[in-house]
């Protein structure tokens, strides 16, 4: 069984996700500058969630590059991985409609939750599937990313009660771990030239 | 005539369909975790639909692995096909925004049904167009699950006037029928290697 | 320059467009089978719609088969008639919601027109571009149906203000003409096993 | 890595964006031709945005035709854009729905000029990558369209609050300048049979 409809699928389920977040930014009645303060909440919110999204498929995009059969585990691991982040709009638009209060807040924090724990597990059965020599294991190594996100999560969901931008700013402190550039990454990437070690790339 | 595009076509639409059911969760207008209340029944019937959809993604998959040409008749079984998936979104919406009431258990048992006899109709179709070799008809083999699945939704139909929860319960069995990998099957599939006899998987 | 893009961003917009079309029947509050009475007409216009742009897909399908290099003005004219198709949602709506009023289904055949044409446009850009041997213009060949067919939108706008069903009536037997395979077509076919006559299809 | 799922993914969203743009426009309720009357500034908006999306598809189209590899830079710079163009939508409902008034004409234009400075950022991160012989760099050339439509932009932007419709009326000049095919490129095209000089068609 080929990987191109997995992928095919995927990339459409996530491409039609960051798109359809548009939608709930409501284009505001009156026409002056001010009647877009309102959207601004929803527009953040917005663009963080963008950036997770994106995030994932950038690296579902490098984790299945090394996948050359998809199994029945592998289907249905991969779909529950879509189906936390078929969430993500739905928590998007209850925090931006909020204004980011504390418990929109955790609960979007618990989606991006379990959304890393399903990208740890589709993973895992993809590691599982490939065997001893599994090029994604090697790939994706000490994995501190994956292990230190997870944590933040945590971390964020609890303290959103008392403080709800703390916890905003540990998404934004994540995501950004996961857009800048590893260092290390690209010059391993560079003298492999080929499904480097990026390629494993783990959930945000 | 390639079946690259069938493909292609048959998942932007099931991706698109589990994608917008999101939409008819709206996101409440209070904070606090008790207004997530209302939106628990829509939510439900979300998660029982998104794996509905994803069953038959894969299941659809399966069967297309096996055809090499396609024709009309093909194309318009799949297009049957798409259609009655295309009304899940509409059942699932009226099921979670009644909680689940008599009728809409009843109805959404009917789109079941409907699209479980136009995947059927789809196989036969690819079957005949195989002639007598068909590895389609080896695959699908004696077929139970094909067979019960529209007897138990014809029975959930039945009672779900008196007992909607009972109705509920057989729609949750038959996905997890489905979800659940068998044994034999995995069996066979690992021996051929390759488009084994899951190949065939038929609808839930 | 491949047609592979061109063909998956039709598929892509026709596949979005079939499905949020559904989205316009909005879930009665009501729980009863009664409930569902006020959807029938927006649920007959969808259905009316989806067939048309199952045969827009299906039509678009064959013809870009015989195509092998994409122009500039094959881009555009493809862009055209996608244009047009993005109005049937707007124009089902409008049909559905006004209980088939006879200027609604007027306006209905006028984007059917508009998108006969924008087909039969895109149909005579790959033929000029394919040259004398254009394999598109063999298979076209008289294509009675592509000249019928505007003919029958003409005569439905035409009589919609007298009579709006009979104009629903001359859609529905238009798209009946295109569903129903034409025997001698798939003789052809079988014959040259091939991109036979079929392959150009033309607008319905 | 291959650019196939990056293709893949960018034609899935600006297919998504330019679909969900129709459901801006809602449905009127009143059945008659001056019913449609209130709709005609979000009708003309939408062709507009229709226009400038499918340009930057179709630009998009031909500047990875010179790609073979996609770096990390690469795959953000495009999401980078992708972004930008995910607010045409909201911009093009604003805009219309207040009847093309001062301050939604201007924030149109910056959303216009964003786009095409994330395009020009991506085409810069291409060349960039492919060094020395550039293809991309080649076919791009003294790209005067690319220079002189951010220009035309920032003048629309500027002069909006005097003359919301003399900005207007640049965006239908930009629009065109890019749909317009240009005669000396379709010959360096032909004569290079291939990936010519309007391969790396910029930002409109």
Redesign the interface.
């Known amino acids: ?1 080929g990987k191109g ?1 997995l ?3 995927s ?10 977040m ?4 409501k ?7 001010a009647d ?1 303060r309102p959207v601004i909440p929803a527009f953040l919110s917005y ?1 963080l969630s ?1 950036a997770y999204l ?1 995030i994932y ?2 690296n579902h ?2 984790m299945l ?1 090394t996948v050359r059969h998809v199994s ?2 592998i ?2 691991a991969n ?1 529950h991985l ?2 936390w982040l ?2 993500v ?2 928590v998007t ?2 925090m931006g ?2 204004h980011f ?4 807040t955790a ?1 979007y924090g618990v989606v991006l939750l379990a959304a890393a724990i399903a990208y740890w597990l589709l993973q895992q059965t993809i590691i599982a599937r490939q065997g001893e020599a599994s090029p994604l294991r090697s790939a994706v190594g000490g994995d501190w990313k994956g292990k230190l996100s997870p944590l933040l999560y945590v971390v964020a969901i609890a303290i959103a009660g008392a403080s709800p931008s703390a916890a905003q700013a540990i998404y934004v402190v994540v995501a950004l771990l996961w ?1 800048v ?1 590893d260092r290390r990454i ?1 010059r391993f990437y560079r003298r492999s030239d080929g ?1 480097g070690p ?1 390629a494993g790339g783990t959930a945000p």
């Open positions: 069984m409809r992928e095919a699928f990339d459409g389920v996530i491409a039609i996700l960051i798109t359809i548009v939608l709930e930014m284009a505001p009645h009156g026409a002056a500058l877009l663009v963008f994106a498929w950038n995009h490098h590059h029945g585990g289907l249905w779909l879509l189906f078929s969430l709009p739905f638009a209850w409609e909020n209060a504390a418990m929109p609960v857009i550039p690209e499904g990026d």
